[in-house]
Nanobody, 120 residues
Framework: QVQLVESGGGLVQAGGSLRLSCAAS????????MAWYRQAPGEQRDLVAG???????NYADSVKGRFTISRNNAKRTVYLQMNSLKPEDTAVYYC??????????????WGKGTLVTVSS
């Protein structure tokens, strides 16, 4: 059974920083694309940032220049460094990854989410 477990959320003042982590556990053979999404109350879940196994990244326009996604393939972990946080960044942040288990094709998995609250 594969699991994605996020950590690092919390309450921070506007202008502050947080670092989110997401680790994959279980019988993981390979991880392809990894990403962070977020969902604010009453809103849809949107892509924040993504990173390929080779390190190519993409970002939502709203976070470019403030957030940085990275990964450690050996640790099966993806990170999201969030700087210059704004109240509108408040949301539940979800980890997402395409993971291959032995004998199975790549499948898409979600973490349970971690809450980030930015106070003004």
């Amino acid at each position: 059974q594969v699991q994605l477990v996020e950590s690092g959320g919390g309450l921070v003042q506007a202008g502050g920083s947080l670092r989110l982590s997401c680790a994959a556990s279980g019988s993981v053979v390979s991880i392809n694309y990894m990403a962070w999404y977020r969902q604010a109350p009453g809103e849809q879940r949107d892509l924040v940032a993504g990173i390929t196994s080779g390190g190519s990244t993409n970002y939502a326009d709203s976070v470019k220049g403030r957030f940085t996604i990275s990964r450690n393939n050996a640790k099966r972990t993806v990170y999201l460094q969030m700087n210059s946080l704004k109240p509108e960044d408040t949301a539940v942040y979800y980890c997402n990854a395409d993971i291959k288990q032995l004998g199975s094709p790549y499948m898409n998995y979600w973490g349970k989410g971690t809450l980030v609250t930015v106070s003004s």
